[in-house]
């Protein structure tokens, strides 16, 4: 008799709780949750052999002729979904995903972090992360009109955002998702929570919940949850700064109480890698067109390569730890935006990181305010350059990068390039409302 | 004795055992097997399961303890497991009571083992009702691995059920994060101690506003469960 205790407990809860169905989730290239759902009676199999889908419907997953794969629940990540009013409450679980053979399938965003995350802890390192995650409320999702115009911790005149709030924070706690802060942000409509830190693969699960619960309460509620990076022109956009440590067992790597700043070697080397391959991960963690709509100056979005200690335009920033609390020392990585796919957002940040440590790129000096008042030759003239302007140039910058090719795999890798190029081509054929307004008229 | 040996063998650690354990088990008519491992005991287990286990912690306790938390942490648990053990490792037992039915000190009396034994095996039969916890409102049901507030069922991940029911089965105590990394997920975890506050955190969440607190941090220790007078903070 082989008995594996989260499966027992899995099979024992579905019984107990009188659940009628569970649900599998997983996701595709770009980030999109997708999943099926079994009843109780298919669980135990599922749960030993897995279930046979279809692969080819998936995006970025396979071919017809090669299409059948396996999903395989990982019963760590069952979780009770909160029924919606009367209805009976229906559990979760997040699958690998695998080829019929049984060998993990490369194209499965999940599998990518986990290679990655055992590339780090046989170094020792266990990677944490904790992103805050912005997004807007609007009132359909065909037009951005927003459902207020309360500004920075305006708690007046919130009504509906404030409840529509409250109920998100709550189902998150519920789901074991711990939230730090929640605010209302600068633009219009638009909210920021932030995730207790985790390990970096349990975050990129919770950030998968995360923007089902978000965007399944507001609808409840009538209304539209958006994730998109810059929806409103001339308004903030949404961003998701993300905190990222290292930790060897118990004590943080980030942390040397005998530096000035508190930042270990091990913490520098990470920041210098973030740093130097940033314009290669750029395309991963700004995945669309509209990414770099909001990768401008002048709304507190990062633009230049460059970190501070406090300074809410660099790319890289090392808050200050508290006295006392030292373990919290972390690097927040400031370009991702929450349209991500959180498994190779991390992915990414983690192999640029861990470049730095293990080839020890010097961390330039921290980049002072005046940086930010200089003009683009003279800051190219001191060696700092920008991110890409567009998704065509990060595209091409990844395409060169093999720390990107290494961390993502060749299949992730070659699907994500071909996609985003198809994207960009696609947008290349528009003629923009500003074109009009401002060609048709004059010229 | 012997008419009340079990026909089915028991499980024995170390392979080879100690010869007087061989010995003792031999002269008393029980059947025996040695087992290296957790996972040879599990593998080689009988269909009709292991009647008990002797299993001496002496010279590997590691995986000593590692074999009794193969059989007792499942579905249908192995009843009678002893323990040797020698006077300097009586600490160990701590927090594992529930790994073992009985011990039986090392270098042992043969007398002393057998009747030890045979206790275990007089016991036989008599069913235990559905193990329950409670702790004020909060209800655990260690058979169905439930926990509720009342009427009102928790959801917790499995990771979860096992850090509250170790922490409601041992109240008052304060432990530190490698103690709970040590006995909640066992020595083959990773991820270090930090794991711990990230399951506790997540646990609050999910106890809600009006229960977190039975989980308390004591600072620079560790966690402790339940209500308590004193210095404390969250």
């Not at chain 1, 279809?54 to 059948?68: H, L």
């Not at chain 1, 055992?118 to 009109?145: H, N, Q, V």
């Not at chain 1, 957002?345 to 983690?350: D, E, K, P």
Request: include cysteine; charged fraction near 25%; charge should be negative.
């Amino acid at each position: 008799m082989t008995s594996q205790s989260p499966v027992d407990y899995v099979l024992h809860t579905v019984e107990e709780r009188g659940l009628k169905f569970v649900r599998l989730w997983f996701t595709d290239v770009l980030g999109s949750l997708k999943g099926f759902a079994i009843t109780p009676a298919e669980l135990e199999g599922a749960l030993e052999e897995g279930m046979t889908f279809d692969g080819s419907a998936i995006d970025g997953y396979t071919r017809v002729q090669e299409s059948d794969m396996i999903a395989v629940p990982d019963p760590n990540t069952f979780d009770i979904v909160p029924g919606r009013g009367d209805d009976s409450p229906v559990a979760r679980m997040f699958c690998d995903i695998r080829h019929l053979s049984g060998e993990p399938f490369s194209g499965d965003p999940r599998h990518v972090l986990k290679r990655n995350l055992d590339r780090a802890s046989a170094k020792g390192f266990t990677f944490f992360a904790g992103p805050e995650i912005e997004y807007f409320y609007f009132r359909s999702e065909t037009e951005p009109i927003p459902l207020d115009n309360a500004g920075f911790f305006d708690l007046a005149h919130t009504g509906i955002a404030n409840e529509l709030r409250k109920r998100t924070i709550l189902a998150l706690e519920a789901m074991g998702i711990p939230v730090e802060y929640s605010f209302h942000e600068n633009g219009p409509s638009q909210h920021e929570i932030d995730l207790r830190y985790s390990d970096a693969l349990s975050m990129a699960d919770n950030v998968q919940t995360f923007r089902t619960v978000v965007k399944q309460i507001a609808n409840e509620l009538g209304v539209h949850a958006t994730f998109m990076p810059k929806p409103i022109a001339g308004a903030f956009g949404s961003g998701m700064h993300t905190h990222l440590s290292l930790f060897e067992e118990d004590v943080n790597a980030f942390h040397d109480p005998g530096d000035p700043h508190g930042l270990s070697k091990i913490g520098k080397g990470f920041v210098a890698g973030l740093l130097h391959h940033a314009r290669e991960i750029t395309a991963v963690t700004n995945q669309t067109v509209n990414s770099y709509k909001r990768l401008i100056e002048g709304y507190e979005a990062p633009t230049y390569i460059c970190w501070a200690r406090n300074n809410e335009s660099a790319l890289v920033r090392v808050p200050t730890p508290r006295r006392g609390k030292e373990s919290s020392t972390r690097v927040e990585f400031r370009s991702p935006d929450p349209a991500c796919n959180p498994y190779l957002a991390f992915s990414v940040m983690l192999a640029a990181g861990l470049a730095g440590i293990e080839e020890g790129y010097e961390l330039a000096p921290e980049a002072t305010n005046n940086i930010f008042e200089m003009s683009k030759d003279q800051r190219e003239a001191q060696g700092i350059a920008s991110l890409p302007q567009s998704l065509a140039e990060a595209v091409d910058v990844m395409e060169g990068s093999s720390l990107v090719a290494e961390a993502l795999g060749e299949h992730v890798f070659d699907y994500f390039i071909r996609n985003k190029r198809a994207e960009w081509d696609s947008y290349k054929e528009q003629v923009t409302t500003w074109e009009v307004d401002r060609y048709l008229g004059s010229l | 004795m012997s008419d009340i040996a079990p026909t089915e063998p028991l499980a024995i650690f170390p392979d080879p055992p100690p010869p007087l354990l061989a010995q003792t088990l031999d002269l008393a008519g029980y059947p025996w097997k040695a087992v290296s491992n957790a996972a040879v005991a599990i593998q080689q287990e009988p269909v009709d399961g292991w009647a008990g286990a002797v299993i001496s912690a002496e010279a590997d306790p590691e995986a000593a303890f590692g074999i009794c938390r193969a059989l007792r942490k499942r579905d249908a648990p192995v009843d009678r497991v002893l323990l040797l053990i020698t006077g300097s490792q009586l600490s160990e037992l701590e927090l594992r009571e529930d790994l073992f039915d009985d011990f039986c000190l090392s270098p042992f009396h043969p007398q002393e083992l057998e009747a030890r034994l045979h206790h275990l095996f007089f016991r036989t039969g008599r069913t235990t009702g559905p193990e329950i916890v409670e702790y004020g409102a909060l209800i655990l049901n260690l058979e169905t691995y439930q926990a509720a507030f009342g009427n009102v069922p928790l959801d917790l991940t499995y990771m979860e059920y096992e850090l509250l029911k170790f922490l409601v089965t041992h109240p008052a105590k304060v432990f530190t994060r490698e103690q709970l990394l040590s006995r909640v997920w066992g020595y083959e975890y990773y991820g270090g101690a930090r794991t711990v506050d990230v399951h506790v955190r997540r646990l609050r969440a999910k106890l809600g506003e009006e229960h977190a607190g039975l989980i308390q941090t004591v600072r620079s220790v560790g966690y402790r469960f339940g209500q308590t007078r004193g210095a404390i903070s969250r």
